[in-house]
């Protein structure tokens, strides 16, 4: 016997995906246009391979396999990986990357909506452990063929200083640990365009837009980027007031790695973040504040993604402590019935 | 006095399918060929039966006396002979018996000496609270709460609001009233709000009905009352939601309005008190909806006990009709049998068609998207209420308030995943309630044993002190008897009967307390906590059954392990 309510509102998992992927196409067109089009055989090679394993899993785990990957989870996971990885990375990597987001972070933890860490950092943090040199070449802007893009990803000769720079990140670190830089000198470099790396911060831009069209679908809340992009804005704003020599400005933090990205669509991930308004906004915040600390005194020169995971194990302890007061029990705290 | 208006948490706007029904004035339905009229009108409104089978009876007779202190009469919807007394089933979900007063009309509609109109201000409070009682006034916004009960104790309520936001989707039967006999509907209000002592009378309807609102402010002008629209978002018609709208005061679960100063009245209730009150007439009929998916709908006053078959054929329901919903799409129910008679409490039915009411897609898993506690009007978090549900973890639900919910069904409504979330909850709530009521029992006999224990030890030295005393004193008389008799032939049969006495004593005392030892935990909790565990009960047998076959999805869940989150 089916029970009410005997309506419901069109919407479905699979709607949701869908609209997250038609969100991150903005950035992806500005990743092909100022970057360079080796992008899209990352994104073909991390869906397939995603589809495939949720596919797999789904039968090892005999559950229905079509309802499953229709809900377009695994896709949305396969193109977070490729975008928050450098476009030229080998495509074993890239299949790494995405085997272990889909069977160990995602199905060994019981599959859509039960893993507690974010598939794509999960993806990210051990790559980067893993192949720390493959994980920072970043091309610059615009500067690689196609032909030469394509050849790096099939796994082609990779003549390190010829064919990529740091990113602006990168050699934002290097420049100031050596220690006879300041902020002013390492950004005179040709690689830095006005605001961060050059050419990608129009990749940045198209995230942006992507997570306006979110934010209007109602897909995501305000809370996750307005609190994340505050916090870093904030943090970097303030050491950067005080010290303008050392520290990078907040502008140059926003539009810099993948903190557009992680603002609208990796924070932002349901499954594995806060789920209460103020939870999300103490999720987000400690993400980006966790981020500006790796980016300034880490061992890596992008701090996202641990910022994330470490955020995601608080991720209970949030939600239990900042649960909304429920209906009719605001006198409990206030002392009156209005 | 222009109050401002507040606002609750969440809320949806499902399509409203008001238009189908609401064009139509309403209509008399006409008189079935046998009444069926149940004596117990809802889960709480009991009545014992006072007439026989073959009994000519009268149109508002009475047939049945109001039963504890949750009862209301109930009267003879119009003259005929009882043909039957019997258990029907009722239209409920759990589709149990009820026993029901079965008249066959004479088609003379012969009234019963019209009682002369009640006056309130020459009687009692008590008298005026005993009328409505007698006129088997309940609530007819489907809650069908005994309004003698409601009213209470008539100190202490400011403000009497009344509930015309009918804010589930098809549903038009209180949109007509209010068009078309809003005055009968102010005055029956006015006279509750001075059984109640209330100085303000609030009516709030949902904004989409304009013509309501406008007949409802016409009839109000030059009165105390104030009229407002509210915006439509349902459950703005719940109660407290629509006391929260019009008056910004939030009553907890457990709590009732007259704890916070505000009492809220269905209109239709309004109506019948006005019945009531100005013509003496008890509560034989109500209006009722026909919607959906049939040629004619619209809205019917009906007389109670009408076999919802009998009354379908009005609508003429279209041929790909599958099942029939009793009353709202959000909350109401599918009717497992339509042999069952329009109560009180039957606001509207809908002939359903797959075309109209899709069947709901296959479960997915949770994404936590957060959507449900977005549109929870109570602010609720139904996906975490919902993983607690799935692992029987009934106390973590709890916690996080699940007996606040009210089984609105806006959870369910928005949930991208299509999750049931609230006949998780509906399952979750009756196990609770299921598992407190044979913990109190099993106390309860534990604490009675333990006593019976102690008495009877009590008992046991006292009658040995008796009998040693008793014995001592007969040695003491024979010996003065004389030695002819042997001490020892008396003293055997001495000790033997009180022995046999305490054996029957204590038979008869454990027999006694057997039949004491019954679940009785409901005896202290409020009329309206009493009642909805009557609700949930019923739904129970239902819910079990489901439970007992789940989806595939959750048979699936089920046979993996567990997996909660850490
Ligand atoms: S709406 Fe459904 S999928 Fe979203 S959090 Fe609630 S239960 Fe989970
Ligand atoms: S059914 Fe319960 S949990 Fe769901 S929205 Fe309504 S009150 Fe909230």
Redesign the interface.
């Known amino acids: 016997?089916?029970?009410?309510?005997?309506?419901?509102?069109p919407?479905?998992?699979q709607?949701?995906m869908g609209l997250v992927l038609l969100a991150l196409v903005p950035g992806i067109v500005a990743h092909v246009v100022f970057v360079g089009a080796g992008v899209l055989v990352n994104l073909a090679i991390s869906t397939l391979t995603a589809v495939a394993a949720e596919a797999l899993m789904l039968r090892l785990?005999?559950?229905?396999v079509g309802?499953?990957v229709a809900?377009l989870?695994a896709v949305v996971t396969a193109w977070l990986v490729t975008l928050c990885f450098p476009p030229i990375v080998p495509w074993w990597l890239t299949v790494c990357a995405v085997l272990v987001a889909i069977v160990a972070v995602k199905h060994l933890?019981?599959?859509?909506?039960?893993n507690?860490f974010n598939p794509a950092m999960i993806a990210y943090c051990s790559m980067i452990v893993a192949f720390p040199a493959l994980m920072s070449q970043w091309p610059p802007a615009g500067q690689l063929s196609f032909d030469t893009q394509l050849s790096l990803i099939l796994g082609g000769p990779r003549d390190i200083d010829g064919i990529t720079g740091a990113t602006a990140l990168d050699a934002l670190r290097t420049g100031l640990r050596s220690g006879v830089q300041t902020v002013d000198k390492v950004l005179e470099g040709s690689a830095f365009g006005a605001l961060g790396g050059r050419g990608w911060e129009w990749v940045s831009i198209g995230y942006v837009a992507g997570g306006l069209f979110l934010l209007a679908m109602r897909?995501i809340?305000w809370h996750m980027p307005v609190a994340f992009i505050g916090v870093l804005a904030a943090i970097a704003g303030l050491f950067w007031l005080v010290d303008p020599g050392h520290f990078a400005s907040p502008l140059f933090h926003l539009a810099s790695g993948g903190a557009m990205l992680a603002a609208f669509f990796i924070v932002t991930d349901?499954?594995s973040?806060a789920?209460?308004p103020r939870g999300k906004l103490l999720f987000a915040g400690g993400i980006a504040l966790i981020a500006w600390l790796i980016r300034n005194f880490g061992a890596y020169p992008e701090g996202i993604a641990f910022g994330v995971l470490l955020m995601n194990m608080c991720v209970?302890l949030l939600?239990m402590k900042t649960?909304?007061?429920?209906?009719?029990?605001?006198?409990d705290l206030e002392g009156g019935?209005? | 006095m222009i109050g401002r208006l507040f606002k609750f948490h969440g809320g949806i706007k499902p399509d409203a399918h008001k238009n189908e029904s609401a064009g139509v004035a309403i209509r008399k339905a006409p008189l079935p060929p046998r009444l069926v009229v149940p004596l117990r009108q809802s889960a709480r409104a009991g009545a014992s039966c006072i007439v026989a089978v073959g009994q000519k009876v009268l149109k508002g007779e009475r047939i049945g006396e109001p039963e504890g202190f949750l009862g209301t009469a109930v009267h003879a919807p119009t003259s005929g002979t009882v043909t039957a007394i019997d258990s029907c089933p009722m239209a409920h979900p759990s589709g149990l018996d009820t026993p029901c007063v079965v008249i066959e009309p004479d088609g003379e509609e012969r009234w019963i000496e019209h009682a002369t109109p009640f006056d309130h201000h020459t009687a009692t409070r008590e008298q005026a609270l005993a009328w409505l009682r007698d006129c088997g006034i309940v609530g007819l916004g489907g809650a069908t709460f005994p309004s003698h009960v409601k009213l209470g104790r008539g100190s202490g309520i400011e403000t009497l609001i009344l509930n015309g936001a009918e804010c589930e989707p098809w549903i038009t039967c209180d949109d007509r009233l209010m068009r078309e006999r809003a005055a009968d509907i102010l005055a029956g209000a006015n006279i509750l709000r001075e059984l109640i002592g209330a100085r303000e009378l609030i009516v709030g309807v949902e904004d989409n009905k304009p013509e309501a609102v406008a007949a409802m402010q016409a009839a109000a002008a030059g009165t105390a009352a104030r009229v407002v629209a509210v915006p439509a978002l349902y459950p703005a018609g719940g109660e407290k939601q629509l006391i929260r709208v019009l008056t910004g005061v939030e009553i907890p679960y457990g709590k009732l309005g007259g704890d916070y100063g505000v009492q809220c009245f269905n209109v239709g209730t309004a109506h019948a008190v006005y019945r009531a009150f100005i013509h003496g007439e008890p509560l034989i009929s109500r209006i009722v909806t026909l919607t959906g998916n049939c040629e004619t709908p619209g809205n019917w006053e009906v007389a109670i006990g009408t076999p919802v078959e009998d009354l379908l054929a009005l609508a003429r329901p279209r041929t790909d009709t599958d099942r029939y919903l009793m009353g709202g799409p959000m909350m109401g129910f599918a009717m497992p049998r339509l042999d069952v008679p329009v109560v009180k409490g039957t606001n509207c039915i809908i002939s359903a068609s797959p075309r109209l009411f899709p069947p709901a897609p296959p479960e997915q898993p949770c994404i936590r998207c957060t959507e449900c506690a977005k549109a929870c009007p109570v602010e609720l978090q139904p996906f975490e209420l919902y993983w607690f549900s799935r692992s029987k973890n009934f106390g973590k639900a709890q916690e996080y308030h699940l007996f606040d919910c009210i089984e609105c069904g806006c959870c369910s409504y928005v949930c991208p995943a299509h999750i049931p979330l609230v006949d998780y909850f509906r399952f979750s709530k009756s196990e609770i309630w299921a598992r407190e009521r044979e913990k109190t029992a099993a106390d309860q006999a534990r604490e009675r044993f333990e006593f019976r224990n102690f008495r009877q030890e009590r008992e046991k030295a006292e009658k040995a002190a008796k009998l040693a005393a008793k014995a001592a004193e007969t040695r003491a008389k024979l010996a003065e008897a004389g030695p002819a008799e042997a001490p020892a032939a008396t003293d055997a049969p001495a000790a033997e009967d009180p022995k046999k006495a305490l054996i029957a004593a204590a038979l008869a005392r454990a027999k006694a307390q057997k039949a004491e030892i019954q679940p009785q935990n409901t005896d202290n909790l409020s009329p309206q906590t009493q009642a909805e565990i009557a609700d949930i009960e019923a739904r129970r047998k239902v819910l079990e059954a489901v439970a007992a076959t789940p989806a595939p999805q959750a048979a699936e869940a089920a046979a993996a392990p567990d997996e909660p989150r850490p």
């Open positions: 016997m089916i029970h009410s309510p005997y309506v419901r509102k919407v479905s998992v709607r949701t785990r005999k559950r229905p309802i499953a809900d989870s933890y019981g599959g859509l909506g039960q507690p897909i809340t349901p499954v973040g789920t209460t209970p939600d649960q909304p007061r429920v209906f009719g029990h605001r006198h019935g209005k």
